[in-house]
């Protein structure tokens, strides 16, 4: 077997691992799971690290499963939370289960007929019939209180200033650890994978498997960093909140973009982390980029390396016709010739206030419209100088302090472009009837 520790090794995919666990990958063939909370009906790019994992590891000839939390996110996963969350019903449940697979299944043949052919499966089909008591006798004997304790995710909450931990919540860790036995037991799975966060319920499940799985019975861990940025803010996050992994949350022109916009020493880090590119391929982009940085070669890679994963080679080429054409010096007219589509596809996660169509019937002065009516500043007297510095364009035209806002602005029938600054800032005015 090719050495996978070694390759998550030198991607920056690798955190810790119990001992035994990279030869076990590098003696036979071996099944491993990840899982995955239903906690939305889509995926983010939080949990990309995840999914590039599962892919390596069939890559490198093992055998994935991809575990969908059907039972565990009834209760919620209490690793990094101040607060419980809302428990979810199961409607809604079921629609994110749903959700969450359908994604999975675009990276993982679930349908394969390969000897490592990936795995699917679904906590609550072996969790809904577990009466409380058969659990208690069953599971709860197996782990000791003092040892629940123990794990950071219980002592962060217990020491905190918030509420505490429910006994929901305490039980996560034991239906997680189950998870691990049952797969133990059922699909001969002997490594479960996660992010650093995950240890300790992991490990849990580790120990499950030791004491109910009987004599010579062995279980591993692997665990991968938790993705941050060179600046400490939160990875994945924009102006428009979670970065999704499906186009109707996320239009493939924003998740372009979104990797387009990555720093230099982001975009060296992730581009290992996020592509499939080899060592030899990945170290010539790097001495290229700082051969001339602002072309941002090792940016443009990036973006389009993991737009075709995630959403396909024509996406990618729509993606890179609408950066081409926002980043073109566009009139509103043309812009309008793309189409209504075409234009809420790349300026929707810009702020969006909203005017009546009454406030405009007569003309309304443009101080006062950005200001009062829209909140794109904060005060009539910063409305004010931005117009007067020549800062404001409406609709790609540059207006002053004296101009009036009217229906005439309006295109589409429900929409005036507002930019400001060097930077291109856009707000989209949403013009509503009364």
Same mark, same amino acid.
């Given at each position: 077997?090719?050495?996978?520790?070694?390759?998550?090794?030198?991607?920056? *995919?690798?955190?810790?691992?119990?001992?035994?666990?990279?030869?076990? %990958?590098?003696?036979?063939?071996?099944?491993?799971?990840?899982?995955?909370?239903?906690?939305?009906?889509?995926?983010?790019?939080?949990?990309?690290?995840?999914?590039?994992?599962?892919?390596?590891?069939?890559?490198?000839?093992?055998?994935?499963?991809? %575990?969908?939390?059907?039972?565990?996110?009834?209760?919620?996963?209490?690793?990094?939370?101040?607060?419980?969350?809302?428990?979810?019903?199961?409607?809604?449940?079921?629609?994110?289960?749903?959700?969450?697979?359908?994604?999975?299944?675009?990276?993982?043949? /679930?349908?394969?007929?390969?000897?490592?052919?990936?795995?699917?499966?679904?906590?609550?089909?072996?969790?809904?019939?577990?009466?409380?008591?058969?659990?208690?006798?069953?599971?709860?004997?197996?782990?000791?209180?003092?040892?629940?304790?123990?794990?950071? +995710?219980?002592?962060?909450?217990?020491?905190?200033?918030?509420?505490?931990?429910?006994?929901?919540?305490?039980?996560?860790?034991?239906?997680?650890?189950?998870?691990?036995?049952?797969?133990?037991?059922?699909?001969?799975?002997?490594?479960?994978?996660? =992010?650093?966060?995950?240890?300790?319920?992991?490990?849990?499940?580790?120990?499950?498997?030791?004491?109910?799985?009987?004599?010579?019975?062995?279980?591993?861990?692997?665990?991968?960093?938790?993705?941050?940025?060179?600046?400490?803010?939160?990875?994945?996050?924009?102006? =428009? =909140?979670?970065?999704?992994?499906?186009?109707?949350?996320?239009?493939?022109?924003?998740?372009? $973009?979104?990797?387009?916009?990555?720093?230099?020493?982001?975009?060296?880090?992730?581009?290992? !982390?996020?592509?499939? %590119?080899?060592?030899?391929?990945?170290?010539?982009?790097?001495?290229?980029?700082?051969?001339?940085?602002?072309?941002?070669?090792? $940016?443009?890679?990036?973006?389009?390396?993991?737009?075709?994963?995630?959403?396909?080679?024509?996406?990618?080429?729509?993606? !890179?016709?609408? +950066?081409?054409?926002?980043?073109?010096?566009? +009139? !509103?007219?043309?812009?309008?010739? $793309?189409?209504?589509?075409?234009?809420?596809?790349?300026?929707?996660?810009?702020?969006?206030?909203?005017?009546?169509? +009454?406030?405009?019937?007569?003309?309304?002065?443009?101080?006062?419209?950005?200001?009062? *009516?829209?909140?794109?500043?904060?005060?009539?007297?910063?409305?004010?100088?931005? *117009?007067?510095?020549?800062?404001?364009?409406?609709?790609?035209?540059?207006?002053?302090?004296?101009?009036?806002?009217? %229906?005439?602005?309006? /295109? /589409?029938?429900?929409?005036?472009?507002? $930019?400001?600054?060097?930077?291109?800032?856009?707000?989209?005015?949403?013009?509503?009837?009364?």
């Amino acid at each position: 077997m090719k050495n996978l520790v070694e390759e998550l090794k030198w991607r920056g *995919l690798y955190h810790d691992s119990m001992p035994g666990t990279e030869e076990q %990958l590098l003696k036979e063939v071996t099944t491993a799971y990840i899982g995955f909370d239903p906690t939305a009906d889509s995926l983010h790019i939080g949990s990309m690290v995840q999914i590039i994992l599962l892919v390596h590891l069939k890559n490198f000839g093992h055998q994935p499963i991809a %575990l969908v939390g059907g039972a565990t996110g009834m209760i919620g996963d209490p690793s990094g939370k101040s607060d419980e969350r809302n428990l979810l019903n199961e409607e809604t449940l079921a629609k994110n289960v749903a959700g969450i697979k359908s994604v999975l299944s675009r990276f993982l043949d /679930f349908n394969s007929n390969e000897a490592n052919a990936p795995i699917m499966v679904n906590n609550y089909d072996w969790m809904k019939e577990f009466s409380f008591i058969d659990f208690a006798r069953e599971v709860g004997k197996r782990i000791t209180v003092n040892y629940m304790m123990a794990k950071d +995710s219980v002592k962060k909450r217990l020491s905190g200033e918030g509420e505490g931990m429910s006994f929901t919540e305490f039980t996560y860790q034991l239906i997680q650890g189950y998870d691990f036995y049952h797969l133990y037991k059922n699909n001969n799975c002997i490594l479960q994978m996660g =992010g650093s966060d995950q240890w300790g319920n992991i490990t849990t499940g580790t120990e499950l498997v030791r004491r109910m799985g009987g004599e010579g019975s062995k279980a591993f861990a692997l665990t991968t960093p938790l993705i941050t940025k060179a600046d400490g803010s939160k990875f994945g996050k924009t102006e =428009g =909140g979670n970065v999704w992994l499906d186009a109707d949350k996320t239009s493939t022109y924003n998740f372009y $973009q979104f990797w387009l916009r990555t720093t230099d020493v982001d975009a060296e880090k992730y581009i290992k !982390i996020f592509t499939f %590119l080899d060592k030899e391929t990945i170290e010539a982009l790097i001495e290229e980029h700082k051969a001339a940085p602002h072309l941002r070669v090792l $940016q443009k890679k990036l973006a389009e390396e993991i737009t075709v994963f995630v959403h396909g080679k024509e996406a990618l080429e729509d993606a !890179i016709k609408k +950066s081409e054409f926002v980043f073109s010096n566009f +009139s !509103i007219d043309s812009l309008v010739e $793309q189409g209504e589509d075409f234009f809420i596809d790349i300026f929707s996660e810009f702020d969006q206030p909203v005017v009546k169509k +009454s406030d405009l019937m007569n003309g309304v002065d443009a101080v006062l419209a950005l200001s009062d *009516l829209t909140q794109i500043f904060t005060s009539r007297g910063e409305a004010r100088k931005a *117009l007067a510095s020549n800062a404001v364009s409406v609709n790609k035209e540059k207006i002053q302090v004296e101009t009036l806002l009217t %229906l005439k602005d309006i /295109f /589409f029938e429900k929409y005036i472009l507002v $930019q400001f600054g060097k930077k291109k800032k856009y707000f989209i005015i949403n013009v509503e009837n009364d």
